[in-house]
């Protein structure tokens, strides 16, 4: 099967940017929402954002006319039924995804890709909604959608070989990095980033440092433009709470700290003030937490086998802008460092990844 016509539902910014993307990569797409303002809104977010590559001399008139006609608006959910791919990009509830997939089962074709934009819940509770699960699959757009290179494939226990083949060619024609992986609680990158953000409050709680402090030894340590605090603040404390809730179950270590759900549940944001510079070892205490935190959750993720090493380490560097992969670090790092580090964040758990660095030590690095 090749897909003609992307439909996306839901026309918030995570579906807007998605259905952007579909239309710069030569698609007709149908943008779908009840609501006439988000589809007004989108609409013009495409406008401005084709303006923008124009006037930047990234693509001429003719080329931006045509990319606004293959974007179509649609209040009706049937406006979807000629769709070869549907992306469902609605409120992140698992019995309103649900709902919507029951919907529209009954509405596309066979032969029709069913994918969820989904960040925290697992593609196989969605997919319980589906008689034909085989064609359904999560396909988890980093934001900006329009903008951010990666995008995770997550495959089900029932998603086909075929559906997954399918979906590859449209992603690289969209300009996307593809990153495999498994139907596991924070999929290949949240896995790590929200384990990150965690123990960056953890220290904050241990008065370690401020949020400003925290903030700069990240961005220092792994070469970042903003800090854990300043993106919980932008992605707002509580999203960002839900989904390392959504870890929880992974064991102790995922759990959330608790002024972390203070300041989530309250849906207050965190107050980054302007704070001296930590001294060396100040710095350095909170550099290693921060470390081993990410280390031992990508280690966690690739002893369960969720993602391989190489496609950890490209999205770390392309989603979220690390200078380095968490693999590529623990490589220059060592055996001995690392193991440091991930006890310091992990305790007695490290030891279920031991044998996990051992091997990612031993595996050749692709040039």
């Known amino acids: 099967m090749t897909i003609q016509t992307i439909g996306v539902l839901g026309a918030g910014t995570m579906g807007a940017g998605i259905a952007i993307t579909g239309v710069l990569g030569g698609y007709e797409v149908v943008l779908s929402d009840s609501s006439a303002e988000a589809l007004s809104r989108a609409e013009a ?8 590559q124009v006037d930047k001399g990234r693509m001429d008139e003719t080329n931006a006319q045509a990319a606004q006609a293959r974007f179509n608006l649609s209040q009706d959910i049937k406006g979807l039924a000629a769709a070869d ?62 903008i951010n290179p990666v995008v995770e494939v997550i495959r089900g226990a029932e998603t086909s070989e075929a559906t997954v083949a399918t979906i590859l060619p449209m992603l690289a024609a969209c ?17 790590f980033f929200c384990p990150y953000t965690n123990e960056a409050v953890r220290c904050l709680e241990e008065g370690l440092g401020t949020q400003s402090q925290i903030d700069a030894v990240a961005m220092a340590t792994l070469g970042l433009a903003i800090g854990p605090f300043a993106v919980m603040n932008i992605v707002k404390p509580n999203i960002n709470l839900a989904a390392v809730r959504n870890l929880s179950p992974l064991g102790e270590f995922y759990a959330p700290a608790a002024e972390f759900i203070r300041v989530g549940e309250a849906q207050m944001l965190w107050e980054i003030e302007e704070s001296p510079a930590l001294d060396a070892n100040q710095s350095a205490a909170i550099a290693d937490r921060l470390r081993g935190a990410i280390f031992f959750a990508v280690l966690d993720e690739i002893s369960e ?63």
Do not use: W
Not at 45 to 52: E, M, N, Q, S, V
Not at 100 to 107: D, N, P, S, T
Not at 178 to 186: E, L, R, T, V, Y
């Open 45 to 52: 977010k495409l406008g401005k954002y084709l303006a923008r």
């Open 85 to 146: 791919l549907v992306i469902e990009a609605v409120f992140e509830d698992l019995s309103v995804k649900r709902e919507v997939f029951a919907q529209l089962e009954g509405l596309v074709s066979a032969d029709c890709i069913l994918a969820t934009n989904t960040s925290a819940l697992k593609v196989g509770d969605i997919a319980e909604a589906l008689s034909n699960r085989d064609r359904f699959c999560g396909l988890h757009y980093f934001s900006p959608a329009e």
């Open 175 to 191: 300009r996307k990095r593809a990153i495999p992986c498994k139907d596991q609680s924070g999929f290949a990158l949240n896995r």
């Open 305 to 367: 086998g969720v993602a391989a090493a190489a496609d950890i380490d490209m999205g770390a560097q392309m989603a979220f802008t690390f200078a380095k992969g968490p693999a590529q670090m623990m490589r220059e790092l060592g055996e001995t460092e690392v193991t440091r580090l991930i006890t310091l964040a992990a305790g007695s758990a490290a030891m279920r990844v031991e044998s996990t660095l051992q091997n990612l030590l031993l595996e050749p690095v692709e040039a």
